[in-house]
């Protein structure tokens, strides 16, 4: 039997972060992955995929919509969607082939087949050809991830009632396609497919899209959207959806209660993810999930047996790469006897529409309801220079501080580039550095970060510059 200082179980952001940092610090680790490619959902049917899609739609709507202003006059314009997804694939697999090499750099043994506990220190590894092999660990990370949601009477038939991982598939542009959940997936990949076209409507529980995030970001994004064509209707419990061969029909309550029919060529599921843990049997390492389907963990990660460990969309928190890759690196680091720190008050969260929107830090809503006295500043990007020469012009920053102390506490944006120009605020956070610390430092002209430096001023004094 082969044995390992550590074995982790479940290849994404997670847990091959978690392998490589193992690996560098001198531990004999295993990897263990159900899926022929490496990368988990993230690089699979998530990030890498949702990300090649906006950019290839993005180019397609600049080509349609703002070439002719910029002066390029090009032929007719047409959506090749198969070479989009062509494309996107290629992506895809050059990426996962990244981990494959990462992996062997790193000495990490790869296993292929699907993890289940034998017991608190063995997992069995089953391949596809129904082979098995146990394999011996004093550690074990669980990072088996998440995998989409839905309520009854929105199952996912996978034809045309789809979730994400279809949605990434398609090989026509519909006519129009039902999105369910105005949140990151829904907004996302129906911005890929509004920007080749299709009309979108979603139907969305609550009384705002992402509502999770800060209220202005969402009514700024519901402008944005629109005017992509978009069309949004708030408040609505999904009762049905079926699929009737060539069409969809959902069925919905509005907020009075009154029974609304859509028909769509498509409806998207986005409804949120829920942790995976098939065939792990947990309960043979003595562990059991709890109410929301998650590994319960404390605040180091380390479930109720010592030994076993578990991280990324599997355990609570957000659903993020980035959040799940922090943990993969604090476990490892923790197992090799340092004292690893995750600041899970500063996770950014972005939503990749064009513009992107960003956030970190608390909502002026939270605030609020914590009774904290803030200040607010915020600044439009039609005010810059640089947004007008690309002309990118809508959207805004808002920086939330605190009113004695000038301590940066929430910066939320919508903004060209905001999902790399959120690092500025989440550094600054960090450092715990005042608004006014923000507004005293020179940022390059012309670009998009001097909306950060305004907002600063106007949050520090109402002293923005160039309004
Ligand atoms: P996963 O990536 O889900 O990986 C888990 C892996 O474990 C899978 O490969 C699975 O096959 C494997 N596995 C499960 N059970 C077993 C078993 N018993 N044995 C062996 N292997 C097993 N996040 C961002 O931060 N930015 C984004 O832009 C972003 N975009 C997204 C777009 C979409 C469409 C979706 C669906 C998600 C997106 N996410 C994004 C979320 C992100 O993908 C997840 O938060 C992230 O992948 C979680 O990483 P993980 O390692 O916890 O799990
Ligand atoms: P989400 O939580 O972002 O959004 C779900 C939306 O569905 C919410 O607006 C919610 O109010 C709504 N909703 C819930 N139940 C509903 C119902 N019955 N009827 C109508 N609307 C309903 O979830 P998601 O968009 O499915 O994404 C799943 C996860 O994947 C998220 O946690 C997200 O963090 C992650 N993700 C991240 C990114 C990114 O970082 N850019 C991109 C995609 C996905």
Redesign the pocket.
């Known amino acids: 039997m082969s044995s390992f200082d550590v074995t982790i179980i479940g290849s994404g952001p997670g847990g091959y972060v978690a392998a490589i940092r193992c690996a560098q610090l001198g531990m004999k680790t295993a990897l263990i992955e159900k899926y022929d490619t490496l990368g988990g959902t993230c690089l699979n049917v998530?990030?890498i995929p949702?990300k090649a899609l906006l950019d290839s739609s993005e180019h397609y709507h600049n080509a349609v919509h703002n070439f002719e202003a910029h002066g390029i006059k090009t032929g007719k314009i047409t959506a090749d969607i198969k070479q989009m997804i062509k494309r996107k694939a290629d992506v895809v697999s050059q990426t996962c082939n990244g981990i494959k090499f990462l992996m062997d750099k790193n000495n990490v043994t790869v296993f292929n087949g699907l993890g289940s506990f034998v017991s608190k220190t063995q997992v069995q590894v089953t391949g596809k050809d129904g082979k098995s092999e146990v394999i011996d660990s004093k550690n074990i990370i669980i990072a088996t991830g998440s995998k989409p949601n839905y309520?009854p009477g929105m199952e996912p038939d996978k034809k045309r009632i789809i979730t994400s991982t279809e949605a990434l598939e398609l090989q026509e542009i519909p006519k129009k396609m039902l999105v369910?959940?105005?949140?990151?997936?829904?907004l996302?990949l129906g911005s890929v497919y509004a920007r080749l076209g299709t009309q979108i409507e979603v139907?969305?529980?609550?009384d705002t899209?992402?509502?999770?995030m800060d209220r202005t970001l969402g009514k700024e994004l519901t402008k944005v959207l629109k005017k992509e064509g978009f069309k949004f209707n708030l408040e609505?419990?999904?009762q049905s959806v079926v699929n009737s061969g060539k069409k969809v029909t959902l069925k919905a309550l509005n907020k009075k209660g009154e029974e609304v029919t859509f028909e769509a060529d498509y409806c998207l599921v986005?409804?949120?993810?829920k942790p995976f843990t098939d065939g792990l049997n947990l309960e043979k390492a003595g562990l059991a999930v709890n109410q929301k389907g998650q590994v319960e963990v404390n605040d180091h990660l380390q479930t109720s047996v010592p030994n076993i460990y578990a991280i990324g969309d599997v355990v609570r928190g957000?659903?993020?790469a980035h959040k799940a890759e922090e943990e993969g690196v604090y476990v490892a680091e923790l197992l090799a006897g340092q004292k690893p720190h995750i600041n899970y008050a500063l996770i950014p969260?972005?939503?990749?529409t064009w513009p992107e929107v960003a956030a970190v830090g608390k909502t002026e809503e939270e605030l609020k309801a914590e009774g904290r006295e803030i200040k607010v500043g915020s600044f439009p990007i039609k005010a810059l220079g640089r947004a007008r020469a690309s002309m990118d012009i809508m959207g805004l920053i808002k920086i939330i501080a605190d009113k004695q102390t000038d301590e940066v506490l929430g910066v939320h944006m919508i903004a060209p580039r905001a999902a790399d120009l959120i690092m500025e605020a989440v550094v600054a956070m960090e450092y715990r550095a005042s608004a006014e610390d923000i507004a005293r430092i020179c940022h390059p002209h012309p670009t998009y970060s001097e909306a950060v430096k305004e907002a600063a001023l106007d949050a520090t004094e109402s002293r923005a510059l160039h309004i």
């Open positions: 998530g990030c949702s309520f369910i959940g105005g949140g990151v997936i829904g996302e139907v969305e529980f609550a899209i992402i509502p999770t609505h419990r999904v986005a409804v949120g993810r957000a659903m993020l969260g972005v939503v990749y």
